[in-house]
Every structure is written in structure tokens, then in C-alpha cells.
């Protein structure tokens, strides 16, 4: 079974549209990681954001904010004002205490098309 | 500062030959990591290091892969007898150590690899 959902596999909107990218993880683990990463055309990963179990306190960062819900399993990203910058594949990734946090288990991606 | 180095960035070979590909981790980062994604996919763990000790390997696909550390630094990712379906961009990434936590990783450019 996937520990990492990502149901969506490309979302395009228009520029300025807000737009949420789900996903969904499954552990059984009470200590655990949670990740995004950006991957641009270009290719290179960029971290997004780290977030511990213990820490549901949703997190905004300019125009990215974060959705921690335990109760549904879920690390929702949404874009606020999207534009075509923000084009690109956005992986969540998931590290486990039972792996010591040593295997990362990412989801398929979802490919974020904005256009002008 | 300087980020997670990766040679070469492109490789192209003949089914049945070996390949090398190199990761040059940041300085200071004893966990590393190796990771494949193929054409549209999420990232495959392969194998990851903390100093030059692997203590899993069950992500690497077939004995025809190899990965080693020396000096707690540069790792070399060894496919022996190239297939086709090695094709894929091969990914390192980096973190520091915390025991009992996780810090984030940094990943590299990739080594893009066809095998013809």
C-alpha cells in the first residue's frame, strides 16, 4: 500500500487562482515527519516544509500555507494567487520513527500547471 | 553556501556497460541518500547512509546496484550491466543527524541516465 497519497497528478488553473494540492499519508507511527518538496522544470528539489506529528498547527508562508490534520491523515498545500512561477511537480514525503527517520517515502507528485 | 553536487549530470550508455554516478554531499551532512525517478514519477528510495555505514539496503533494485561511502563524504552509486529500465535521474540528498529526529534533506541536481 502507498504511505504517501498524492490523488492528484496534474492541476492547471490560471493565474491568481488559489489552488490546494492534497495529500494523504498512512503510518502507524505516533512520531513522524512530513514533507514538501517543489521540483521546477529545471529539475533540482526544493524543501518546502517540515512538519512533526506533534505539531498541527497549520503554517503560512507568504503564499503557501499548510493543512496538518491528524484526524484525516492529511497535509494539504494550498497556493494562494498562484502564478506561473509556481509551475512545477510538488511532492509530500513522509519519515517514520520505525525507520528512524531514515527512509523517506514520497508520493507520485502532483504537476501544478498555471498559465498567464 | 555550496549544495548537494552530483557527476555527471547527464550519462549516456550502451546496455550491459557499468556506470558511476557520484554524489558530493554538503559539508557537514552524514546522512545520505540515494534516490531514482523515473520519467513522470515519484522518487524510488534506494539506499541511504549515516557516515559511510548503509544500514539498508533493500531499496536498491538488484544485486547489479552497489552503493559506498568513504570518509563520511563522497558516496558512488555503481550499476553494473546497465538495463533500459535503469534509465531514470538517479538523486542524491543530504541532512544532517539528530537522533530521534529528522532533519530536512537537500537533494541534488540528479545524474540524468539513458541506457540505450
Known amino acids: 500500500a502507498q504511505k504517501v497519497t498524492q490523488a492528484q497528478t496534474e492541476i492547471s488553473v490560471v493565474e491568481k487562482e488559489d489552488v490546494t494540492l492534497d495529500c494523504v499519508y498512512e503510518?502507524?507511527?505516533?512520531?513522524?515527519?512530513l514533507f514538501w518538496y517543489k521540483q521546477p522544470p529545471s529539475g533540482e528539489l526544493v524543501f518546502l516544509i517540515r512538519?512533526?506529528?506533534?505539531?498541527?498547527q497549520n503554517e503560512i508562508s507568504g503564499r503557501y500555507s499548510w493543512n496538518f490534520q491528524k484526524s484525516t491523515s492529511s497535509f494539504n498545500f494550498t497556493i494562494t494567487a498562484s502564478q506561473v512561477v509556481d509551475s512545477a511537480v510538488y511532492f509530500c514525503?513522509?519519515?517514520?520513527?520505525?525507520?528512524?527517520?531514515?527512509?523517506?517515502?514520497f508520493g507520485s507528485g502532483t504537476k501544478l500547471n498555471v498559465k498567464p | 553556501g555550496a549544495g548537494v553536487s552530483q557527476s555527471p549530470s547527464n550519462k549516456v550508455t550502451e546496455k550491459g556497460k557499468d556506470v558511476e554516478l557520484r554524489c558530493d554531499p554538503i559539508?557537514?551532512?552524514?546522512?545520505l541518500y540515494w534516490y531514482r525517478q523515473s520519467l513522470g514519477q515519484g522518487l524510488e528510495f534506494l539506499i541511504y547512509?549515516?557516515?559511510?555505514?548503509?544500514?539498508?539496503k533493500s531499496g536498491l533494485p538488484s544485486d547489479r546496484f552497489s552503493a559506498e561511502r568513504t570518509g563520511g563524504s563522497v558516496s558512488t552509486l555503481t550499476i553494473q550491466r546497465t538495463q533500459q529500465e535503469d534509465s531514470a535521474v538517479y538523486l542524491c540528498?543530504?541532512?544532517?543527524?539528530?537522533?530521534?529526529?529528522?532533519?530536512?534533506?537537500?537533494f541534488g541536481p540528479g545524474t540524468r541516465l539513458l541506457v540505450l
Open positions: 540528498a543530504s541532512s544532517r543527524r539528530i537522533a530521534g529526529a529528522q532533519e530536512t534533506q537537500y
Open positions: 503510518t502507524r507511527d505516533t512520531t513522524y515527519y
Open positions: 512538519r512533526n506529528s506533534f505539531d498541527e
Open positions: 514525503a513522509l519519515s517514520e520513527a520505525e525507520n528512524n527517520f531514515n527512509k523517506f517515502y
Open positions: 559539508s557537514g551532512h552524514t546522512a
Open positions: 547512509f549515516q557516515g559511510n555505514s548503509a544500514p539498508d
